[in-house]
C-alpha cells in the first residue's frame, strides 16, 4: 500500500527552484525602487526580516504585491513563522547562478542613493 505525499498547507508559498531562476526576472524585480529598497535591506541585515519589518511608501497590498514578485523571481524566500511571513535574500543561489551580480547590483544602488541624498 503506497501512502500518499502530505497535502500542502495553505500556508506554503510558491518558489522557483534555483534552476529556474532567470536573470531577466531577477532583473525585473529590482527594477522597481521599492523592491531594489526592500532587497537593499535585506542584504544590509543579513537576516530574514518579517514584512511588517519594512517601512514602506506603499499601501499594504501593494507591499504584498512587491514580496511576491520578489519572492517568483527567486530574489527572496518567504516562510511563516508563526503568524509573520519572513522574508530572506537567496542571494547563495543567486550568487551560484549569477556570480557577481547581486554585489554588483546592491554596490549601484548605494551609489546612485549617495548621489540622489537618499541615504
Known sequence: MTTAAPAPSSRDLPHPACGEIRLEGVLHALSDPVRLRIVRELAAEGVALSCSH?????????????????????????????????????RDDLEELFPGLLDCLLAAAAHQAVRHGEG
Open 54 to 90: 519594512f517601512d514602506l511608501p506603499v499601501t499594504k497590498s501593494t507591499t504584498t504585491h512587491h514580496f511576491r514578485v520578489l519572492r517568483e523571481s527567486g530574489v527572496i524566500r518567504q516562510v511563516y513563522e508563526g503568524t509573520a511571513k519572513m522574508n530572506g535574500l537567496r
